[in-house]
């Protein structure tokens, strides 16, 4: 069973940035892709960007040219750079390897003035 235990969340107003950590305890982290998900209250948990073993890259059209996805093998992390947060970027964020089951407890983000 994969561990995944992400960071990084917080509070911050409109136009601000954010940078997510998600550190995973697999010895075969390069081999995965990897997603970062996202769950606002009372909706459905949505894919926001992904990138695969190779490290291409992927992201929903609501945070195209604002959001960074990028991994770094060596330290089992994957991390999400948040840039020109909205209010509607609120929500619980996670990480999940791909083909695997396991999900971390999520960081908060919280967009508000």
């Known amino acids: 069973q994969v561990q995944l235990v992400e960071s990084g969340g917080g509070l911050v107003q409109p136009g601000g940035s954010l940078r997510l950590s998600c550190a995973a305890s697999?010895?075969?982290?390069?081999?995965?892709?990897i997603g970062w998900y996202r769950q606002a209250p009372g909706q459905e948990r949505e894919l926001v960007a992904a990138?695969?073993?190779?490290?291409?890259?992927s992201y929903v059209d609501s945070v195209k040219g604002r959001f960074t996805i990028s991994r770094d093998n060596a330290k089992n992390t994957v991390y999400l750079q948040m840039n020109s947060l909205k209010l509607e970027d609120t929500a619980v964020y996670y990480c999940?390897?791909?083909?695997?089951?396991?999900w971390g407890q999520g960081t908060q983000v919280t967009v508000s003035s």
């Open positions: 697999t010895s075969i982290f390069s081999i995965y892709a």
């Open positions: 999940k390897l791909h083909g695997t089951s396991s």
């Open positions: 990138i695969s073993s190779g490290g291409s890259t």
